[in-house]
């Protein structure tokens, strides 16, 4: 049962044979779910209420009805997010949209882990979306989110990547204030330091206001995937003290695109492994981002990467 790119669940349907009309059929009987599903669960409870195994904490309540789909794609690329402990998140969250050859990407991890720190990370995604929906840029979202911290939230500091790829030509521009930086995946390696740059202060104490963050920009190549994540993936820690740590995290993402792997199941892999790390005992939200650019042949011919 899948939504656009995402995987809502599984129907099965019982037979004496299989025929190709039955199976026709059945897939469009599975859409049909899937679509009565999803509707529902805009305006009634109890979908929702049959999907969960625990009852959410406040934060968590507010920051789900912020967040978008965790997946979503066109032929072009493909964005997948991931967010632990769901049912007790804090201050992480994700943002993924697409407008037009646009995809727009934020990441967030606002300090500490309660209703003021969901409150912090709902307000910034909505300055985003507002300078996003307003024609602004990375650098004027920034500047907005610093200026809303400052103002409505005093004493909340949050770090943040924004981001956006333009699909077509394949340049991946991006901000970072604060968080670890992203990773760019090629060829099954890690691309050490590409998406590096000088280090920038966290938003909410005020610098930005006046002084915008630095822009960076590289250009991409099709099958490059870009991971985001938060420090709660990397500093998860096993009893014994051993820190998950990037190798790990790169190592399930590079495994599971040498498997075939969509984005959407390479994030389930490393969520399961960073939950058999830690014994299912996460102590900050883990929020991982991740991106694959798989441009046609048309659109890399018309943006002349081949």
């Not at 909505?126 to 307003?134: D, G, K, L, M, V």
């Not at 996460?282 to 659109?299: G, K, N, Q, Y």
């Amino acid at each position: 049962m899948i939504d656009g790119v995402e995987r809502v669940g599984v129907m099965k349907v019982a037979a004496t044979a299989l025929t190709p009309r039955l199976l026709e059929d059945s897939q469009a009987l599975a859409g049909l779910a899937t679509l009565l599903v999803v509707s529902k669960s805009v305006f009634s409870d109890l979908v929702i209420m049959r999907e969960r195994s625990n009852a959410m904490t406040i934060q968590a309540e507010l920051l789900w009805a912020f967040l978008p789909p965790r997946t979503i794609g066109t032929g072009q690329v493909t964005s997948s997010a991931v967010l632990e402990p769901a049912y007790d998140i804090g201050g992480d969250a994700f943002d993924h949209n697409l407008v037009d050859d646009t995809l727009y990407l934020t990441l967030l991890d606002a300090m500490g882990h309660d209703l003021a720190s969901g409150g912090a990370s709902a307000a910034a995604l909505a300055a985003c979306r507002f300078i996003r929906r307003t024609g602004g840029t990375l650098r004027d979202a920034a500047t907005t989110v610093d200026r809303t911290l400052g103002q409505w939230i005093p004493g909340r500091l949050m770090t943040a990547v924004l981001a956006h790829l333009d699909t077509t030509s394949g340049w991946f521009t991006w901000i970072n204030c604060g968080h670890p930086p992203p990773l760019l995946i090629r060829d099954g390696h890690v691309l050490p330091h590409v998406l590096e740059g000088v280090p920038q202060l966290p938003l909410g104490l005020g610098f930005h206001t006046d002084t915008p963050p630095v822009e960076y920009r590289v250009r991409l190549q099709p099958g490059d995937r870009i991971l985001l994540y938060t420090d709660g993936v990397t500093e998860a820690r096993a009893p014994d003290g051993d820190l998950f740590g990037e190798q790990r995290l790169t190592d399930t993402v590079i495994r599971s695109m040498t498997e075939g792997d969509s984005a959407p199941e390479a994030l389930r892999r490393i969520i399961q492994n960073l939950l058999h790390h830690d014994e299912h005992q996460i102590r900050d939200d883990a929020t991982i981002l991740l991106v694959e650019w798989h441009p046609t042949p048309d659109a890399e011919a018309v943006s002349g990467l081949v």
